[in-house]
């Protein structure tokens, strides 16, 4: 298989490792900074595929970035309405933060852009974000009747501040919407169905902007500049923590201890939902960085028990469910996951992906319209996978792989979207 890769079983995992940046706060990063006045030292910046994509269209907007080999990223704004017209299409690559994000950033600049991606992001809905954002007077068009990307953007006169509930929790359209109401001529309020992740709304505190929680609605004040931190310490990923707490559970004799992980309670709906399971996990050293609370972790093999996983948990958990069927295979009894149906228009369709590359192996996988039923067995046969160019799906399999008898994948270069040097921590843990 071209790119592909064998996995072999693990017969246990050990040792300390610091999972990479958080990728979600990466990029909140360099947009923040590139809005600022001053100087902003980014450090344990996610340099992965998706981020640098980021980078690349703040960067094609007049933003100084500069990305070091320490894992610091220097970044001199342009100011809050200072960003340069580019002089030809960003492209987004794969990544549905950025052109989200930016797409709510940009409606608010003196100036015309184009957003657009790869064939996947190509396919991920926009209008979504379209919508809310015309309502406050952006002006935004996109491809079939504004569905998809490409998406163009032009100067607005002005935009004004909304009261928006949205029919699905997603923390990418919150924070378009929030990034659009920095330019707005009043606050801005967004109402969300159940809690998404809060980074955007602690990340603008960080920056200076009035933000305020009210329960399920989030108010944003327009601002006339950031106030700038000198400093944004990004935590490591939950979510790439989230395959190595699965993998140190379902291996026999394993013990990990995960350190500096953001343990901000809006992500992790997983740990919650692996201590339901049985799971022997402890939170160490809680701490701050920035807003955010960050934990060391240490995982050790368990056994774990079937549980069912409603659709209020889903925002909190939305990335980890890929990894978290694997874990149910390895539970005894049933699991029921609802309310996952976002999962459908992610990288891939997650849902049929792995129900499908699970059932090659072995697994008893039901999907559902909104989710899978998982019957654990416990069991595993080595088996040739797809991954669909998803990240998540590649790395689930991989401890699917290493819990059982193995599995051969067709592409390993995807890992590199969100989580680059995974195999090779994987394997460096391998006892």
Known sequence: ??????????????????VPGDKSLSHRSIMLAGLADTLVMVKNFLASADCLSTVACMRALGVSVNVRSNGEVAVRGKGLYGLSEPDNVLDAGNSGTTIRLLSGLLAGQPCFSVLTGDDSLRRRPMARIVTPLTQMGAKLVGRENSRY??????????????????????AQVKSAIMF??????SPTTVTEPYLSRDHTERMFAQFGVPVFREELSVTVNPVSSLQAPAVVDVPGDFSSAAFLLVAATIIPDSEVVLTNVGVNPTRTGLLD????????????????????????LRVRSAALRGVSVSSEMIPRLIDEIPVLAVAAL???????????????????????????????????????????IIEGTGKLHSAECLTYADHRVAMALTVAGMASEGVCLDDRGCVAISFPGFFEIMEGCRA
């Open 273 to 296: 939902v692996l201590r339901d399971m049985g799971a022997d996990i402890e939170v160490l050293s809680q701490r701050s960085s920035g807003e955010e609370p960050v934990a060391d």
């Open 330 to 372: 390895f539970a005894r009894g049933r699991t029921r996951i609802e309310g996952a149906e976002e999962l459908r228009v992610k990288e891939t369709d997650r849902l049929r992906a792995m129900a499908c590359e699970l059932a090659r192996m072995g697994g008893d996988v039901t999907e559902r319209r909104d989710g899978l």
């Open 180 to 185: 659009a109401s920095l330019y707005a001529s």
């Open 1 to 18: 298989m071209t790119g592909g890769r064998v996995i072999t079983p693990a017969r246990a995992l050990r040792g300390t490792v610091a």
């Open 149 to 170: 990307a490409p998406v163009a953007i032009e100067p607005a006169a002005s935009l004004r501040g909304i009261r928006y509930d949205m029919p699905v929790a997603s």
